[in-house]
């Protein structure tokens, strides 16, 4: 048999897979959608997933009405994350090195209810670098890699798979104790559908599969029933408060967060990143003026693993209109005004415990 015969017997099958393939995708547009029952609304999805986690789709903007009932744009940047484009280096935009802080969050550390400038960890950079000596300084420089929903569980998978090559010199974890444990219980107990989940993001790449989802009616038909059959494994929150008590899954909880954050020290140790976290109070902790269970039992954790902890509760109560520092007076979320005094609070614990460069406060810097 000759090498031309040979070729083309190697390249017949593939052929008809692209033809098929095609047959099919003509197919599934000219079909109404009673017979195809494909869901367009997978189109609209603003998340791409990974194993256990979720990330909005980058360079995408979305208008928000907050809690508090304020319009905000969220802008996500090229990770996915809500705010400015991140180079993977520290490079050298100014004559001063660069300092680099990664926070990592969930809503309230991802500034939900307020504009991105106005989140605290934009608002640490801010003051870290007010005031500076005219030579031989640090620029500071803050990354928000926080989502809506996060706990430990994907706190952890952030800053092994992103932060760390970030190559920060520091990452604050801002820990909301009183419902961090049951998120990371609820993400445990999810551990098979959050897999099942990312599969097509994994297999494709995010990239691929977006383009498949927004391009192809033969893509979209199959993961229209994919996801059908994957929500069987997906457990919802009131199942998941039935399974047990409320004492007994925070709990569970607890034990999860406790492991996760082992691992974040050793990672920070690993790769020579001071690793901070700032525990932040339940808002009716701050308004009946009490210190819950729940962060001495943060701190406890912090002090197992010799990790630097500041308790954000003193500076709240410090502030004398406590409801102002929450949207709608009550809520978890934080106002502008309750971003600028965690803010504060994170700025000072860093300058006086000389975790950052310290910086002459002589001359102000323009």
């Avoid at 099919?24 to 609209?44: A, G, M, W, Y």
């Avoid at 400015?84 to 939900?112: H, L």
């Avoid at 990239?207 to 494994?233: C, D, E, P």
Wanted: proline share 4%.
């Amino acid at each position: 048999m000759s090498i031309r015969i040979q070729r083309y017997h190697l390249l017949l099958p593939f052929v008809g897979l692209v033809v098929a393939l095609f047959s099919l995708e003509v197919l599934f547009r000219v079909l109404p959608e009673k017979i195809t029952q494909i869901d367009f609304s997978i189109r609209n999805l603003k998340w791409y997933f990974t194993v256990t986690r979720n990330a909005h789709k980058p360079f995408k903007s979305y208008a928000f009405n907050s809690l508090g009932g304020n319009n905000t744009v969220w802008h996500f940047n090229n990770l996915g994350f809500r705010d400015r484009p991140v180079t993977i280096e520290r490079i050298m935009q100014r004559a001063e090195p660069i300092y680099r802080i990664v926070f990592i969050g969930d809503s309230v550390t991802m500034g939900t209810g307020v504009e991105e400038w106005e989140a605290f960890p934009s608002q640490v950079e801010k003051l870290l670098q007010f005031k500076k000596t005219v030579s031989d300084t640090t620029y500071f420089e803050s990354i928000n890699l926080s989502i809506s929903g996060y706990s430990t569980v994907q706190y952890e998978e952030v800053m092994r798979e992103i932060a760390v090559k970030l190559h920060p010199n520091m990452v604050i974890i801002g820990f909301l104790p009183f419902n961090d444990p049951m998120e990371s219980a609820h993400a445990q107990v999810n551990q098979k559908y959050n897999y099942l989940r990312s599969l097509p993001d994994t297999i494709l790449s995010p990239g691929v599969n977006n383009f498949l989802i927004n391009h192809s009616y033969l893509h979209l038909a199959i993961l229209s029933r994919y996801y059908t059959y994957i929500t069987k494994y997906r457990i919802v929150f009131e199942d998941f408060l039935n399974s047990a008590s409320y004492t007994e899954l925070k709990d569970k909880g607890w034990l999860v967060s406790t492991e996760l954050i082992g691992k974040m020290k050793d990672l920070a140790d690993k790769n020579n990143i001071k690793l901070i976290i700032a525990g932040l109070p339940w808002s009716e902790d701050i308004i009946f003026k009490r210190t819950s269970e729940d962060m001495f039992r943060l701190k406890n954790i912090t002090d197992k693993f010799n990790i630097s902890y500041v308790d954000l509760t003193p500076a709240m109560l410090s502030y004398p209109r406590h409801s102002e520092l929450f949207l709608n007076g009550s809520d978890i979320h934080l106002t502008a005004v309750g971003n600028l005094t965690v803010a504060s609070a994170i700025a000072k614990f860093l300058q006086n415990q000389k975790l950052v460069p310290v910086l002459n406060d002589n001359v102000t810097h323009d």
